[in-house]
């Protein structure tokens, strides 16, 4: 393992795309949640090389900003 | 010089579209979706803040609706060839460009039957005419929005309600309107609504796309081309979502920022704007027309039922020398003779010489107008 600073409890959405995860940042964004595109960690299966890293505490909020705007996510894990 | 050809080509462009075109360019420049890296992401926004800009310019919901090509004639092969298959029943009609007629022609000779509804002189087209056209086996309507030879509009909420009434799927030609004319896709009844970057709105050339109303199932829509979409690397079929279904290959990043600039501002100068302007600047020219003699104009003469397209002819001559004449002598720089559209033509009563004409645009003054006429009426020696 590469040793990285420590940060606060984070999750990544994954999506069929990327177009689809940079519309989800967008939307987050926009909602007033912190996220980031990041590439999805190789350990977690995806259909698309971008994820979109978020805060674990704000996962109920990202899901209902995501569900407003229909945008379909496969799925959200906690790293 | 004035630019009387922004039916062919809008031109000039907003600065902010060249601006978005070199910042691409000198800052971002890597591929849009395919690596994770910072640049690439910044290159996918830019491809998404295109999306978002024509879908809200459609009254598209989900921005992943609207597929980017390379121009109008690329989503029509698309929505054209992807929809049909030998046996099936197209409509159309006989103010269509090439783009749409030529394509379908290639498929009637492959089995696909095809109804060519006819418009009036004018160039309108009687939704009453299409629906006695349709069979129970019509698979599309294929129709375009305004003519790019005469300007005329054609209702396209009635011939949508009328092609979904038989199970059709509505195929609209929006390369003369988009930008200049209001379109909202839900509402009027659009399954399928082909545009292009480089007229109305505003972007570069080698633009354009398809965007796809909110009940299409694009299985009813097979993709003419399959490649690398960046997404579902590990699989070798093609993705079966929107928008990576319909677009393999590299995007025309650099393109789409321009086009995304181009949007911006028809957006926030208004289409009702643009439009309000240049139905002003089509009354100026056609009231001024009529009092020229020797000059025919085609179309149906009502500022408000066509775009800023306009056709003429000087009586007695031809097409490409009033062109020419209206080059070199008086700097002013139309279209002249068939427009891809030799249906058109033959509807209007101008096949095979053709027309001259006047397209203005977002950009052109009432002075362009002024200038036209004083130009024409110097020609007529008058
Ligand atoms: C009505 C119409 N349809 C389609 C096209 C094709 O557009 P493009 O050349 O951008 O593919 C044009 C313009 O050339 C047009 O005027």
């Known amino acids: 393992m590469i040793r990285r600073k420590p940060t606060e409890p984070t999750g990544v959405a994954l999506f069929h795309s990327t177009s689809l995860a940079i519309r989800g940042e967008r939307i987050a964004r926009k909602g007033g949640l912190k996220v980031k595109l990041v590439p999805t960690p190789r350990h977690l299966s995806s259909d698309c090389g971008t994820a979109l890293r978020f805060r674990m505490e704000d996962i109920d909020a990202l899901r209902a900003l995501f569900r407003a705007s229909s945008l379909e996510c496969d799925d959200m894990i906690p790293l | 010089m004035i630019y009387l050809d922004n039916a062919a080509t809008s031109w000039p462009k907003p600065e902010a579209v060249l601006e978005a075109m070199t910042a691409f360019m000198r800052d971002i420049g890597a591929n849009p979706g395919r690596s994770g890296h910072r640049l690439s992401v910044e290159a996918g926004r830019t491809v998404l ?81 299409v629906s006695e056209a349709m069979r129970p086996g019509t698979r599309l309507v294929a129709m375009i929005h305004a003519s790019n030879v005469v300007g005329s509009l054609l209702s396209i909420r009635d011939i949508g309600a009328i092609a979904r009434d038989a199970g059709a799927l509505f195929l609209v030609d929006a390369a003369q309107t988009a930008g200049c004319c209001p379109i909202d896709v839900g509402r009027d009844n659009v399954d399928l609504l082909a545009f292009t970057g480089h ?44 928008p990576d279904r319909y677009e393999s290959g590299t995007m025309n990043g650099v393109g789409l920022a321009g086009l995304a600039a181009g949007v911006r501002y028809v957006l926030e100068r208004g289409v009702d704007d643009i439009r309000g302007h240049e139905v002003g600047l089509v009354r100026r020219f056609i009231d001024g027309v009529r009092g020229i003699e020797g000059i025919d104009l085609y179309g149906g003469g009502d500022a408000r039922r066509q775009t800023a397209t306009l056709s003429i002819n000087l009586r007695g001559e031809a097409p490409s020398d009033v062109g020419l004449a209206l080059d070199e002598d008086h700097d002013i720089l139309c279209r002249v003779g068939l427009h891809c559209a030799p249906a058109a033509h033959r509807t209007i009563g101008t096949f095979p010489d053709g027309t001259v004409r006047l397209s203005f645009g977002a950009f052109n003054s009432r002075g362009a107008v002024d200038a036209a006429l004083d130009a024409l009426r110097g020609m007529v020696g008058r």
Request: charged share 25%; no cysteine.
């Open chain 2, 49 to 129: 803040d295109a999306r978002e800009a024509v879908a809200e310019l459609l009254s598209i919901r989900d921005p992943m609706r609207v597929v980017f090509g390379l121009n109008a004639t690329d989503a029509l092969n698309l929505a054209i060839r992807g929809t049909l298959r030998p046996g099936d029943h197209v409509v159309t009609g006989s103010m269509e460009h090439n783009s749409v007629m030529r394509p379908l022609r290639d498929l009637e000779a492959e089995g696909v039957e095809l109804t060519v509804v006819q418009a009036s002189p004018e160039g309108f087209m009687d939704p009453v005419d």
């Open chain 2, 199 to 242: 007229k109305g709105l505003l972007g570069p050339q080698g633009t354009g796309g398809l965007a796809f109303g909110p009940d299409v199932d694009v299985s009813r829509v097979r993709p003419l081309r399959s490649g690398g979409t960046g997404s579902r690397s590990e699989h070798e079929v093609q993705p079966d979502f929107l």
